[in-house]
Nanobody, 120 residues
Framework: QVQLVESGGGLVQAGGSLRLSCAAS????????MGWYRQAPGKQRELVAH???????NYVDSVKGRFTISRDNAKNMVYLQMNSLKPEDTAVYYC??????????????WGQGTQVTVSS
């Protein structure tokens, strides 16, 4: 099992910045990637960014150039630096962990979510 705890959400004006943090504990060795999802009211949850154990990163087009995902393996932490925030970035952000399995990987573990609100 893996436990994930997010922090760092809040209210910010458009153009501002926030950094989300995610502390992971438990069976970290079973994971092959960490990521951040978000879900806005009335919308489906989407994968915003993820980082693999090999430090390969990927971003949804809408945040490229504005968001940066990083990890600190020594501390079992994952971060999402969000710059130039827009009102459309408003959502609940979830830290997620992808576990390795014999049939492939799956996003199996989730944090409780942290609210990010961007005012115009």
């Amino acid at each position: 099992q893996v436990q994930l705890v997010e922090s760092g959400g809040g209210l910010v004006q458009a153009g501002g910045s926030l950094r989300l943090s995610c502390a992971a504990s438990g069976s970290i060795s079973t994971l092959d990637a960490m990521g951040w999802y978000r879900q806005a009211p009335g919308k489906q949850r989407e994968l915003v960014a993820h980082i693999t154990t090999g430090d390969s990163t990927n971003y949804v087009d809408s945040v490229k150039g504005r968001f940066t995902i990083s990890r600190d393996n020594a501390k079992n932490m994952v971060y999402l630096q969000m710059n130039s925030l827009k009102p459309e970035d408003t959502a609940v952000y979830y830290c997620a962990a992808r576990s390795k399995g014999i049939y492939g990987s799956s996003w199996s573990y989730w944090g409780q979510g942290t609210q990010v609100t961007v005012s115009s």
